[in-house]
């Protein structure tokens, strides 16, 4: 086999119609990503892009909307305490897990109900 992995571009989380706002306050405002420009023809389908250049996460409007409870994202913090108490302090449910020996994580919902896996770098 010649080929291998090497990177992941983004990970794309459903929404729905409408709730560009709402992804906004959470992706950028809570979570510190930029909102990133859509191509016009993507732009015109609604949803949002955000990242980093470290962390790309797009959302893209689903209209037959449910969210994904199980499939997730995760993703590294650096300062995982503080961006709890941030997401806390907003009202959010932070549900730590110690289900892996030596892994400091926890679990945060999106505004739209879906899973987020948060890990301490």
């Not at 992804?23 to 609604?46: D, I, M, N, Q, S």
């Not at 108490?85 to 897990?97: F, I, S």
Request: aromatic share 6%.
């Amino acid at each position: 086999m010649g080929y291998r992995l090497v990177a992941v571009d983004h990970v794309q989380l459903a929404m729905p119609r409408g709730g560009e706002a709402a992804a906004r306050g959470f992706y950028a405002g809570l979570l510190g990503l930029e909102e990133r420009p859509k191509p016009p023809v993507l732009a015109a389908r609604g949803g949002c892009w955000f990242s980093n250049d470290q962390v790309t996460l797009h959302l893209g409007v689903e209209d037959d909307f449910r969210p994904a409870r199980k499939a997730h994202p995760a993703l590294i913090v650096a300062d995982l305490d503080d961006l709890c108490t941030t997401l806390a302090a907003a009202g959010l449910g932070v549900q730590p897990d110690d289900a892996v020996p030596g892994v400091r994580r926890c679990y945060v919902d999106d505004p739209f109900g879906n899973r987020i896996e948060l890990i301490g770098a």
